[in-house]
């Protein structure tokens, strides 16, 4: 079954950085696009960057700049490098995929940006 586990979140200051990892399993990964999703208190979840099986990768223009998708096609992870973060960037942080028109998603990880 396909299995996404998120880790590296936690507690920030502002200016700080962070790196998240999805570690993924049960599926071909190298066939699929990756995403990693966040989810603020009372948000909705929205996109925050993709990085496609053949390493085409793109973010959403709030965290350009800053934040790096990039994938490990050997070791099936997916990370997302975050600088500069932000109170705003502070949410659930959560890894994804879609397969066969289903989408999965892992447990989430929490990051907290507070000084």
């Known amino acids: 079954q396909v299995q996404l586990v998120e880790s590296g979140g936690g507690l920030v200051q502002p200016g700080g950085s962070l790196r998240l990892s999805c570690a993924a399993s049960g599926f071909t990964f190298s066939n699929y696009p990756m995403f990693w999703y966040r989810q603020a208190p009372g948000k909705q979840r929205g996109l925050v960057a993709g990085i496609s099986s053949s390493l085409s990768a793109s973010s959403v223009d709030s965290v350009k700049g800053r934040f790096t998708i990039s994938r490990d096609n050997a070791k099936n992870t997916v990370d997302l490098q975050m600088n500069s973060l932000q109170p705003e960037d502070t949410a659930v942080y959560y890894c994804?995929?879609?397969?066969?028109?289903?989408?999965?998603w892992g447990q989430g990880s929490q990051v907290t940006v507070s000084s």
């Open positions: 994804s995929t879609i397969i066969s028109g289903l989408t999965y």
